[in-house]
């Protein structure tokens, strides 16, 4: 199942779907307790209208991570290289390609906005799943209010994309057409997730200045400013202790090769295709400077009001 047979290729559809299958026959084969996120999954329960998946998301408890990646890895799945700066992007999943499918598969380990720790998170995570059938498999996935926890943490690192409205609105029309705020509350809550989904609990929940409402973490903090990827290197070199600042703008200025092979695996790193890379890094900069100098101003103001 790890290589198309011949010459036969998968269709994005029908990649996504088999690999599901997959990953789930290698879990269980390891024991490893695993359920997927997103996706096709989330078309069935009707959490999402109909979209075409183009990976496949799982999540495991952090201690599994290593053990799952093993598996694939013996069936021809390489996990990607990513940003090493865990500062400035910490890291919540591994991307996996393969050279014979036009997938990827994303194994998460952690959500940002669930500030429990991870392992904990995924307990509570795990008495919240049940059982659906994808590509003739029954295979583990979120019951729907723990589904829709995850898919309105996704939209709210964006909350200003039109998309990402568009995906809260429809959740808040399905949790409250079907009654499950408290649900999703008390999942919010058992995953320390309250502070980063209280735009979408408060319109939801009966009460919610009855709810005891944390403050929201550095990280989540950082995503919301970061409208602009660059705001967020820039923003993680100001909170970094001052050791660490000379080595993080060296590697804001001359990326190291990791950078640029996170967002394309096969990216030109001779020579000539550095200095093209580097070019085009420093054009998007200029081009986004506007944003970043209004994602630096909310920065600061967020600084300066927090108690």
Known sequence: MGVPAGDARLNIDEAV??????VARVADSRGIRAFFIKGPASVAQGLRPPKTSVDVDVFVAPADLEFLLAGLHQRGWRKRTADEDERVFPTHSATLNHPFWPCHIDIHFRFPGMER????????????????????????????ALGIVILALHALRAPHLQVSQRELS?????????ALGPTV?????????????????????????????????????????????GSARIIGILQAPLRDKPRMLRTALLP????????DPYADLSQRGRLRAYGSRWARF??????????LATYWKDR????
């Open 17 to 22: 779907l088999l690999g599901h299958a997959l």
């Open 170 to 178: 429809f959740l808040r029309d399905l949790s409250a057409r079907e």
């Open 185 to 229: 509350l008390e999942i919010s809550a058992a995953t320390d997730a309250l502070a980063a989904m209280r735009p979408f609990l408060e319109e939801l929940v009966p009460g919610p200045a009855m709810v005891d409402w944390p403050s929201a973490s550095t990280e989540w903090r950082n995503r919301l400013i970061s409208k602009e990827p």
């Open 117 to 144: 720790d991870p392992a904990d998170a995924f307990q509570a995570m795990w008495a919240h799943t049940e059982f659906l059938e994808l590509a003739g498999q029954g295979v583990r996935v979120p019951s729907k």
């Open 256 to 263: 190291p090769d990791t950078v640029y092979l996170s967002k």
């Open 304 to 307: 300066n009001t927090r108690p």
């Open 286 to 295: 200029l081009r986004a400077s506007p944003r970043l100098a209004q994602d």
